[in-house]
């Protein structure tokens, strides 16, 4: 059953550091994983999406690499912005498919004061 | 894109009535949505998986007649809370896969309050 960790649980950052959340899972025959952004009261936005096949993916100030081997993605915020506070949320979906029950991390809770 | 659409965004009821919660891909077609729920400060919990034209499939732990799970076409998918009470409040989203290109598109969410 896969398992999947997120450190840290918080994290509180001056605007304008560069930050690493750290994503971590049990099974390492993921077919992808995407890292997603939740607003507190809000659904969630897919980020990023990355593929088993592929080792990094970026969109703007966010990169989002995958090393399956050691089980671990992490998803790095350039020169963070106060409006990127939110709750980061990474998941994969089970069962060797694209289309399988996504197992979720608890979230890094993200504060980024001016 | 992938775009599903969630409503209602927010729903008060008294205690024992039960509340529809509609969800629907805008641009693709879904043949199988995930329903969560979620509380306060804690991550998204899988309550069932929807399947167009067959029955859902729930979880361990979520009784099937007090969320029906309905899913009648490869745009719709609703959710609806029998004999609401207190207890039952919380946040509920859909979520659908479009592909493997797109990976998962979650509704916005709909905050239910059972007074």
């Known amino acids: 059953k896969q398992e999947v960790t997120q450190i840290p649980a918080a994290l509180s950052v001056p605007e304008g550091e560069n930050l690493v959340l750290n994503c971590s899972f049990t099974d390492s025959a993921i077919y992808n994983l995407q890292w997603f952004r939740q607003d507190p009261g809000k659904g969630l936005t897919s980020l990023l999406l990355?593929?088993?096949?592929?080792r990094e993916q970026t969109s703007g100030r966010l990169n989002a690499s995958l090393d399956k081997s050691s089980g671990r993605s992490t998803l790095y915020i350039a020169a963070s912005q106060p409006g990127d506070s939110a709750t980061y949320l990474c998941?994969?979906?089970?069962?060797?498919?694209?289309?399988?029950?996504?197992?979720f991390g608890q979230g890094t809770i993200l504060t980024v004061h001016p | 894109g992938a775009v599903v659409s969630q409503h209602p965004s927010r729903v008060i009821c008294k205690s024992g009535t039960s509340v529809k919660i509609e969800c629907r891909s805008l641009d693709f077609q879904a043949t199988t949505m995930f329903w969560y729920r979620q509380f306060p400060k804690q991550s998204l919990m899988l309550m069932a998986t929807s399947n167009e034209g067959s029955k859902a499939t729930y979880e361990q732990g979520v009784e099937k007649d007090k969320f029906l799970i309905n899913h009648a076409s490869l745009t719709l998918s609703t959710l609806t809370v029998t004999s609401a009470h207190p207890e039952d409040s919380s946040f509920y989203i859909c979520s659908a896969p479009k592909d493997s290109a797109y990976g998962y598109t979650f509704g916005s969410g709909t905050r239910l309050t059972v007074v």
């Open positions: 998941a994969s979906p089970g069962g060797g498919t694209s289309y399988g029950k996504l197992t």
């Open positions: 990355i593929q088993s096949s592929q």
